[in-house]
């Protein structure tokens, strides 16, 4: 074998398994070893070399869907061997995998750059290496690697050159991993998250079954005694990534309080604190407004009120503090709650013009006051 023939014999090794960005180190808990037979093509037109090659894998016994797992490859030797001893020959190697069981499929994995010296006339053999495997996302069960082929990348001073080693017989699963897929936890939110009874509240969280029905209740606050018919309407979906969306309507004549409202797909619950609480009307303040503020006595001046109790008896007098001055006058409001009366003022004591609703017990209430100047 010449020189140039002897160097490119270093790519004849099977080559190892590794993709980029390896994980923190899993405990090593199972060792599958397959021997297949395999068979090489060598560069340069140097004919094919045929054997059994030894396939260690090492690596965690179980993982989750898309989790990434560190794996440890094992590379027993290969067919290949070289008549003369070869130093610092550097190499890339990767292998395919057949996966079947829990996911199925076809992976290729290289491995990082390495480099090795290779003793004249004795089984090539690439050192163990650490590599990181992703499983699949969607895998469920055992996920199971069977070798098919190595290939080695060689980078020689004649050039670069692929050693294909495949798999012709007696392979077989390498490395089985048990996937185990554990449920996220639903999430669920109201806003708002206090409601008057009878008004809908807007619902949303994430990791629902995608296309469930999600059938909610009114509870306790403690999640407790939980009432379908608490709640009286619902727009509620769960979109096909697991996103719940829609509305509540609490029930009419639901007591003002502390709840939670509870969720529930048939596989996944969520609850989230709901306060129920009557909405407190502002009452508009009742005004009086004058068409004089200053005024000499005997003056008639206009008096007009807003925001009273519609078509109710208004009584208008004229006051020192909170004393009558004996300046009186009368008003109806209309449906709006406005009136527009007239009020002879004829005292200099008179600081202000009162307007006080009358109810039919005749009890005086609801007062709106303007300030008004006598001189």
């Known amino acids: 074998m010449n020189k140039r023939t002897m160097r490119v014999a270093a790519g004849l090794g099977a080559g190892t398994l590794a993709i980029t960005g390896l994980?923190?180190?899993a405990p090593a808990v199972?060792?599958?070893?397959?021997t297949p037979d395999v068979t090489c093509s060598l560069p340069l037109g140097q004919g094919e070399k045929s054997g059994p090659m030894a396939i260690t894998v090492d690596g965690p016994a179980s993982a989750k869907p898309g989790e990434t797992v560190e794996l440890t490859i094992t590379l027993g030797a290969s067919p290949a061997t070289s008549p003369a001893p070869l130093s610092g020959i550097k190499m890339t190697p990767s292998i395919d995998f057949d996966l079947t069981g829990g996911a199925t499929g076809k992976v290729t994995l290289a491995g990082a750059h390495t480099t090795i010296d290779i003793p004249a006339n004795t089984p090539i053999q690439s050192p163990p290496f650490k590599v990181a495997f992703q499983v699949p996302?969607?895998?469920?069960?055992?996920v199971s690697l069977t070798p098919t082929r190595t290939t080695t990348a060689t980078v020689t001073p004649y050039g670069n050159f692929d050693t294909p080693c495949t798999v012709t017989s007696g392979s077989g699963v390498a490395a089985?991993?048990?996937?185990q897929s554990t449920p996220e936890t639903a999430t669920l939110s109201a806003s708002p998250n206090s409601v008057e009874a009878g008004k809908e509240t807007a619902l949303s969280g994430t990791n629902w079954t995608p296309g469930a029905t999600a059938t909610p209740s009114l509870c306790a606050a403690d999640g407790t005694a939980c009432v379908p018919a608490g709640i009286s309407a619902s727009s509620l979906t769960i979109g096909a990534t697991g996103v719940l969306s829609g509305g509540v309507t609490v029930a009419p004549g639901t007591a003002d309080g502390s709840y939670s409202v509870k969720v529930a797909d048939g596989a996944r619950t969520a609850s989230t604190p709901l306060t129920v609480k009557k909405v407190e009307v502002p009452v508009a303040q009742r005004t009086v407004t004058l068409n004089k503020s200053t005024v000499r006595p005997w003056s008639i001046v206009k008096v007009t009120g807003e925001n009273?109790?519609?078509?109710?008896?208004?009584?208008i007098a004229g006051v020192q503090g909170a004393n009558p001055?004996?300046?009186?006058g009368v008003a109806w409001t209309d449906r709006n709650g406005g009136f527009c009366s007239y009020?002879?003022?004829t005292s200099k004591k008179t600081t202000g013009i009162t307007a006080v609703e009358i109810d039919t017990s005749f009890k005086l209430d609801k007062i709106g006051m303007a300030g008004i100047t006598v001189r």
């Open 23 to 25: 994980v923190a180190a």
């Open 30 to 34: 199972f060792a599958g070893t397959v």
């Open 137 to 142: 996302a969607t895998a469920d069960g055992t």
């Open 176 to 179: 089985g991993i048990a996937v």
């Open 308 to 315: 009273y109790t519609p078509n109710t008896l208004v009584a």
């Open 325 to 328: 001055t004996f300046n009186f």
């Open 343 to 345: 009020i002879l003022v």
